[in-house]
């Protein structure tokens, strides 16, 4: 532990019930002490991600014994570590994927989830990497074994998780197409670094794909939106191709499943989701990222995209812009920075 004098409360944005953005109320709440394996941090900033929407209103509820308080990625500097951390140290400047708890003004997170903030970066840049980099990370390269020369068809290109799918690709050589609605979004996409965007209310996506593919498909898809979009994304499968589930903003039932047609192709269908990791998984995750994506953000590439910051204080508006789907990138809340 550190010997630094911390405040005794702080505040931090708890959810009083499920509900709409305003059941998101400030309250004042005892500053957590790191466990043996964990590190306490005073938050510069915490990102948001739709998990955090999910959880406020009811349908993604944390385990028994997490932090309740909403906030999966944070930013900021450490001000006291457990007794067996010896990584790190008071007055480090990190960012980490949490347990719960990122939106407040202190919050403990496992040292092995913990990453040294890139040179340069603020903290408001630092707090959109964690879940998506995390999630991508164990998604594309790990489940999908994305490697260098494969396709790769990313759903909501511009959201959180599809604009780091899209740099990461390109960092590592992989051909990527991706979905959104309307033209600012598709030319963001191709900003991003795919090589073609699809506008999905203007047009079929799976002919978009096997168009520019010459009919063979894509080796891997990044899918968000689940049930509504099964039988498309099967049809825009190559052969042996992966289908890596993440989201279900259309379902989580599929309408309508063709065995033979996944025989066929020996289609891989998967999905995963990060809360549910044990803390060795996401450990592997965490020193992966750290040697193979931290000298790319070093050098100033794949910077996380930042849609807007808000205060702590407006968490609610951070999640009624998350809910409208109007943001390009990561939204962020200024906790202390």
């Known amino acids: ?26 309250r004042r709440a005892p500053v957590p002490t790191p466990d043996d394996d964990e590190v306490l941090v005073r938050v510069g ?31 900021g500097e ?8 010896t990584r790190f140290a008071a007055g480090d400047i990190v960012c980490g ?39 991508v990370w164990a998604n594309v390269f790990h489940i999908g074994r994305a490697a260098p020369g494969d396709t790769l068809l990313v759903h909501g290109g511009t959201s959180g998780i599809g604009s780091t799918a899209l740099m990461l690709a390109k960092e590592f050589g992989i051909r990527t197409i991706a979905t959104d609605d309307g033209p600012e979004k598709c030319k963001a996409i191709l900003e991003l670094g795919a090589e073609s965007a699809i506008d999905f209310r203007e047009q079929d ?69 990060m809360r549910s990791r044990a803390a ?13 994506v931290w000298p790319a953000l070093t050098a100033g590439r ?8 808000f205060p702590l204080a407006r968490a609610a508006d951070a999640h009624r812009m998350m809910e409208s789907g109007r943001h390009i990138g990561k939204i962020v809340l200024n906790v202390t920075e």
């Open 1 to 26: 532990m550190s010997n630094q004098l911390l405040p005794g409360h702080m505040t931090e944005m708890v959810i009083t019930e499920p509900g709409g953005p305003d059941v998101l109320q400030p």
């Open 45 to 75: 900033a915490a990102g948001v991600n739709r998990p955090d929407v999910m959880q406020r209103r009811g349908e993604y509820p944390m385990p028994p014994g997490v932090n309740q308080t909403p906030g999966l990625e944070i930013a």
């Open 78 to 85: 450490i001000v006291a570590v457990g007794s067996n951390v």
């Open 97 to 135: 994927l949490t347990e719960g708890g990122g939106y407040a003004e202190y919050c403990v997170l496992p040292a092995s989830q913990t990453l040294p903030v890139p040179h340069g970066m603020k903290a408001s840049e630092a707090a959109a990497i964690p879940e998506t980099f995390f999630t």
């Open 205 to 273: 996506f799976a002919e978009a794909v096997l168009d520019w593919t010459d009919g063979r498909g894509v080796d891997i898809i990044l899918d968000i939106v689940g049930g509504a979009y099964h039988e498309r994304n099967i049809a825009s499968l190559a052969t042996d191709g992966r289908l890596l589930s993440i989201g279900f903003l259309g379902g989580e039932v599929a309408p309508q499943v063709n065995l033979l047609t996944i025989a066929l192709k020996r289609a891989t269908l998967t999905g995963s989701t």
């Open 280 to 292: 060795h998984e996401k450990a592997v995750i965490s020193f992966d990222l750290q040697a193979k």
């Open 302 to 309: 794949c910077h996380p995209v930042i849609h807007e910051v």
